[in-house]
């Protein structure tokens, strides 16, 4: 709910995240939201054509993190699902 009223849109499949962009985690598919970051950095490694994600996360007391997109406690998910305040393309 807070994503729709501040003006964040779901990224379609087509779209890649910039840096700004929210990353958002779930367990499974129709499961609650269990953790949002931001997106620090993207890179694309020479060998690969897959973008190459940093996050910057808050975990709950541990403080903040920067991180691989994939590297989260589990009890976060590995669904991801971007979101960001882009005008539609």
């Given at each position: 709910?807070?994503?729709?009223?501040?003006?964040?849109?779901?990224?379609?499949?087509?779209?890649?995240?910039?840096?700004?962009?929210?990353?958002?985690?779930?367990?499974?598919?129709?499961?609650?939201?269990?953790?949002?970051?931001?997106?620090?950095?993207v890179?694309?490694?020479?060998?690969?054509?897959?973008?190459?994600?940093?996050?910057?996360?808050?975990?709950g007391?541990?403080?903040?993190?920067?991180?691989?997109?994939?590297?989260?406690?589990?009890?976060?998910?590995k669904?991801?699902?971007?979101?960001?305040?882009?005008?539609?393309?």
């Amino acid at each position: 709910m807070i994503l729709k009223e501040d003006g964040y849109r779901k990224l379609e499949d087509s779209e890649q995240p910039v840096v700004g962009d929210l990353v958002v985690y779930r367990p499974g598919y129709n499961d609650p939201i269990a953790h949002i970051g931001a997106v620090a950095s993207v890179s694309l490694p020479p060998i690969s054509a897959v973008p190459m994600i940093e996050v910057l996360s808050q975990w709950g007391q541990d403080g903040e993190y920067l991180h691989p997109i994939s590297d989260v406690p589990d009890i976060f998910g590995k669904l991801l699902e971007y979101y960001t305040d882009r005008k539609e393309p």
